[in-house]
């Protein structure tokens, strides 16, 4: 039942293809076309495709990879000394669903010249941060991510959804419906593993068009499979919109007063296939030690996940999206959510189904942790990584589970202490970046070059004091917003 075609034809899990296996398959498929994929410095796919010509040549493509111009792709690197090899992963192979010619694609790895994992690439960063966990502390992060976005499309008539109302909304009101329906059937195609979709709180009827805000939240997996599985879902929710003639953005804030599209990212700690967050039901030490860690390089962490100026005109008061740093049960307002995760609950399938005389198993294994500050703008390849490297230190860290408990605003808490704020604009949030730098990079898992970059970019934007301005903020508003439709 696997949605995945190449993993059908073999008859076995991606992450078990092989060489042999791939050219199998395109021999059979009557593939023509071989799509290299990698993730490039600005966060979206790239693309070098070859003609397939015989076996021979699809034996040492696979086999050899192939050079490109890391210079075009990554900012920082020399043009003098740029060539950098790709090498695909076979784990990631997938059919290309709207290539007219039939067409395979595979993400790609980048190497340096003397055939080492370039430690500044998206993809090694992410994996370097998840393998320093494990070596540390024997514990694996899984993540799944909230993709949320909006369709903006010329108005419909008939059937109008009032503003803020959207949530779970169902056609006719909800108009959008088909397009995040195709989006999960091709996310899953490509190797994706969906939870589930509906329509978001977001709704804007204008004179001439209407913008409808969607969810698409995915199940949990090792941190550097969740983070390609966020990029090929925006390449395909683009690509759809193109298909249907409407515009797909994961911008941050699109209208004032409305609700701005997040991307929330779900961990769990794990330990073989055991979720170490949860003892007798109820969270335990790691878990609060895990939060310890959020909580404590949260301003820096928005550097990774809130990447442009509108990113702090999300995180607002009264837009269910975090401002203090704390955490909570079920809040929405908090920066770090615990779910609902099964625990403690009475069989509610057989309250419902009376026939039915099944139980509730394994119950623990779904419970999280939600981190809601992250929006569209995110780097994906880098959140997660720096979610690693948040999650070693809080299990490391003395004091963790005293900070944990100084910044939970459960009921019987609330008003204790003066809760610290994440920052409200680029320019403070490369400075919390600065300023925690080597904990990032610690032990290499972010370069001193990454995070430079990554500072850089953000103080470029120059928007140190702009939520204050009251003068002509409505027309900034706007001209970022334009900007920005298409960020990340």
């Known amino acids: 039942m696997n949605a995945n075609r190449i993993a059908g034809f073999l008859n076995k899990e991606p992450k078990s293809f092989t060489r042999k296996d791939l050219i199998r398959f395109i021999n059979r498929s009557g593939i023509e076309i071989i799509n290299f994929r990698y993730v490039g410095g600005d966060g979206r796919l790239k693309t070098l495709s070859f003609s397939v010509t015989g076996s021979r040549q699809l034996d040492d493509l696979l086999a050899r990879g192939e050079r490109v111009d890391g210079s075009s792709i990554f900012s920082y690197i020399d043009a003098a000394s740029s060539d950098l090899y790709v090498i695909p992963r076979y784990k990631t192979a997938y059919l290309n669903p709207f290539s007219a010619i039939p067409a395979l694609d595979i993400l790609c790895s980048f190497y340096t010249q003397e055939g080492t994992p370039l430690p500044s690439s998206p993809e090694n960063i992410v994996r370097r941060a998840h393998q320093v966990l494990k070596d540390r502390t024997g514990l694996s992060l899984e993540a799944m991510g909230e993709l949320e976005y909006y369709v903006l499309a010329d108005r419909q008539s008939g059937y109008p959804m009032a503003a803020q109302s959207g949530y779970h909304g169902s056609a006719p009101f909800a108009k959008w419906e088909a397009l995040r329906c195709e989006a999960m059937r091709l996310i899953t195609q490509t190797g994706g593993k969906i939870k589930y979709g509906h329509t978001e709180v977001g709704y804007i009827g204008q004179a001439k ?16 499979d969740a983070a390609d599985q966020i990029v090929i879902a925006r390449w395909i929710l683009r690509m759809l919109g193109y298909k249907y003639g409407v515009s797909v953005s994961f911008t941050p804030k699109i209208a004032v007063g409305h609700a701005g599209s997040g991307l929330h990212i779900h961990s769990r700690l794990i330990k073989g296939r055991q979720n170490m967050m949860v003892k007798s039901k109820r969270l335990n030490d790691t878990a609060r030690r895990l939060i310890a860690g959020y909580l404590e390089l949260a301003g820096s962490l928005t550097a990774f996940g809130n990447t442009v100026p509108l990113s702090y005109q999300r995180l607002v008061p009264g837009q269910e999206a975090p401002t203090n740093i704390c955490w909570g049960e079920r809040n929405r307002s908090v920066l770090v959510r615990i779910p609902l995760g099964w625990l403690n609950v009475k069989d ?141």
């Open 348 to 488: 509610m399938i057989g309250d419902a189904n009376p026939r039915e005389k099944s139980k509730l198993s394994r119950s623990v294994e779904n419970q999280t942790v939600e981190l809601r500050s992250p929006d569209g703008s995110a780097d994906i390849h880098l959140l997660l990584a720096g979610l690693a490297v948040a999650a070693r230190h809080g299990l490391e860290m003395k004091g963790a589970l005293s900070l944990a408990d100084r910044l939970c605003v459960d009921d019987k808490k609330t008003g204790r202490v003066q809760l610290p704020r994440l920052p409200t604009s680029c320019w403070e949030s490369a400075g919390r970046l600065i300023k925690d730098r080597r904990i990032y990079e610690r032990d290499g898992v972010f370069s001193s070059v990454i995070i430079d970059g990554v500072a850089g970019k953000l103080k470029s934007y120059q928007d140190k004091g702009w939520m204050k301005k009251g003068s002509g903020q409505k027309r900034r508003l706007k001209t970022l917003i334009d900007k920005y439709l298409h960020c990340s």
């Open 209 to 224: 068009r209407d913008m409808e805000q969607h969810e698409i939240e995915f199940d949990l997996m090792p941190i550097e």
